[in-house]
């Protein structure tokens, strides 16, 4: 059959493939084909799900047809299919994987069907919908008698109250199901399935709030971001405001004032732990729709949420990275809290970095976008005072307290000490003033490594280029990477001798000695071991906030964002390990890290104190973090940056080859680079190469890592070269290449 440029459509197929397809649509299917649905298509021998971007034209050739449709309605609109064109463009990655990345995982979940009785989950298009069964009286019941026993008890109940759900009635009546089924046989009530929603808060109602009186400082950072709003135009502001100087109030009042014009609000966070603290405050202060996005939810209560969000039945959403796709309307404003946190960067598949994808959102919905941060990225703060970012400023934290008073102890010498005597004396001092501490240590388990003293073997994972790290509770060695695991072993593995040694430090031997120094403290651990189940985050928080923890102990999931009033002492018991990743921005994570944590001592009403132990005393990032010379260290960091040609002076991207055979993978990586070389004279513009080198961590879950990285000062020129490599190079079978635009770190 000839096709009609009418009737054939532009499919994006969620493959790694760089290229969409054109199908052409049946008669009978036409009515239902709309762009933004999803269908059914033949691909090779098999069939896939599609998304239908639009109509083409110009096509002769005979084409497949569309074998089905599979939603009733669009899952995205055209504005979103541009965001997501243009990341698959910039981030180099195929668009159909870019939509199924953007929409929530819980729209294809295969659910059980509930019992007549029995609230269940419905499908709808292929996506799970939890259902409730409603039971009302019959509007024409027979003329027999009413049942007895507790089938004529629940027809009173119904005939009280109209109308109860199946949870309800069985919350009455316990066990109920066969005279609900009986009632309705005879014609005494009638049932209906009715669409709700999974609740992702599952907490007690909140107790509303008011505005707070705001200092000078906020104030006008408030009125600059609503007159902006006003004006309907894109406008990119980066929030610098020192920790505890009331940067989500100023969000609050703000959004408040778009809220009251119609507008939405999109509210991004770094890391679920911070999520429940700030939903709090915002469902404290505001009675309209919030829905909230991030990994911690089930796949159904996130296609919930989702939908909720799609069917404009909300205007605020907060959430985590993947919250920058929320089907969110008439955006006014996106606000991305702690804007210098890498998790808004994927990290593996499509690696979109949602904190940049913000201010590309923001320019396409003519909203205001909101960096906010005490601790700018050094190329964040290199826009704003250059013009390009508007640069508002809090000097001064809300309770009038200064900063607090950081006293770095040199731990040289010292090994073996996990905390010295200095730290011990002031945490001792601060549970008999009745103020909380909190302890900072950035690597969980008990111990780093483990060690055989006869033959000096060390305990490796076999997959990844790491040591296993030790975990005392579960007696097993772990990596942190593919989580493979052993059991601790009592002897060598290598040589058989019973002289292993644990080495290293990790937040579990650290609680341990915390409580064997303090027994009397009540003591917490906040780490991805102790937040894995549902809630696990809020739960220690809600108790540190409760003050029923005396002393915290955590890794960097505690530097981020959180408000403790109570908190008057933070001890930082080591930060080499990101001082001495061999990163670029190492120094610059040091900073940031050290700020933020000293940012959570002092909050309430008592000054705070920290204490830093470290091996590099003199390095300037501590000494400028200690002093809250923040201008200066930036300045320093920046002389850096363009003496070694790293950002912002120059754009990046890191490009990883992958294999299961490391001279495969090393030969291959000098076959990639004489392809870049010769393509980069092709295309012109200065793009600078470097490597190939192995990757600093050269095995990943079984495979070897090369890398190279390529530098150029234009934007333009790096693109240009990497679209062209995409159309030139394809990697041989067993090796995968990895392109990584606009790196967040280099390992």
Known sequence: MKNSASDIIEVAIPLPLDTTFHYRVPEALMPRITPGKRILVPFGRRKVTGYVLGFATGEERELREVADVLDDSPLFTPRELELYRWAAAYYLHPLGEVIKAALPAGINVQSRRGSSADDGDAMAGGKAVRTETVYRLATDPPAADVPRGKSSLILS??????????????????????????????????????????????????????????????????????????????TP???????????????????????????????????????????????????????????????GERYDEWRRIRRGEVAIVIGARSAIFAPLERIGMIVVDEEHESSYKQSEGFRYNARDLALVRGKMEKACVVLGTATPQVTTWHAATTGRLE????????????????????????????????????????????????????????????????????????NCAVTLTYHQRKDRHLCHYCDYAIPAPSVCPDCGSTQVTHLGLGTERVEELVRERFPEARVDRMDRDTTRGKGGHARILRRVAERKTDILIGTQMVAKGHDFPGITLVG????????????????????????????RAGRGDDPGKVIIQTLNPDHYA??????????????????????????????????????????????????????????????????????PSPAPLVKLRGRFRWQLLLKAPERSALHRLLARLRGAYTPPSGIRLQVDVDPVDLM
Not at 655 to 674: D, H, I, M, N, R
């Open 157 to 234: 109940h119904l005939h009280n109250a109209g109308e109860a759900t199946a949870a309800e009635l069985r919350g009455i009546f316990a066990d109920c199901a066969p005279q609900l089924r009986r009632l309705r046989e005879l014609g005494f009530v009638e049932s209906e399935a009715r669409e709700v929603y999974r609740d992702p808060f599952r907490e007690e109602a909140v107790t509303p709030d008011a505005p707070l009186v705001l200092n000078a400082g906020q104030a006008a950072a408030r009125d600059r971001i609503v007159a902006a709003v006003d004006t309907g135009r894109f």
């Open 237 to 299: 502001f980066l929030l610098h405001g020192v920790t505890g100087s009331g940067k989500t109030e100023v969000y609050l009042q703000t959004i408040a004032h778009l809220l009251d014009r119609g507008r939405t609000a999109l509210v991004l966070v770094p890391e679920i732990a911070l999520t429940p603290q700030l939903v709090n405050r915002f469902r404290r202060r505001f009675r309209c729709g919030i829905a909230v996005l991030h990994s911690g939810l089930s796949d």
């Open 391 to 462: 640069l508002l400023s809090l000097p001064e934290r809300v309770n009038g307290l200064p900063m607090p008073r950081a006293e770095v102890i040199d731990a040289r010498g010292r090994k073996g000490d996990a905390i010295l005597p200095p730290l011990a004396e002031a945490i001792a001092a601060n549970l008999a003033n009745g103020g909380q501490t909190l302890v900072f240590l950035n690597r969980r388990g008990f111990a780093t490594w483990l060690t055989c003293e006869e033959c000096g073997h060390v305990l490796r994972c076999p």
């Open 572 to 599: 930082i018991v080591s930060v080499e390990s990101t001082l001495n990743i061999p990163d670029y921005r190492s120094a610059e994570r040091a900073f940031q890290l050290v700020t933020q944590l000293m940012g």
């Open 622 to 691: 501590l000494s400028h973090a200690g002093a809250g010379s923040m201008g200066e260290f930036y300045a320093a960091e920046l002389v850096f940056r363009q003496e070694t040609g790293y950002p912002p002076f120059v754009h990046l991207a890191a490009l990883y080859l992958t294999g299961t055979a490391a001279p495969a993978v090393e030969q291959e990586s000098k076959v990639l680079a004489a392809q870049i070389r010769t393509l980069r004279r092709d295309t012109g513009g200065r793009v600078e190469i470097l490597g």
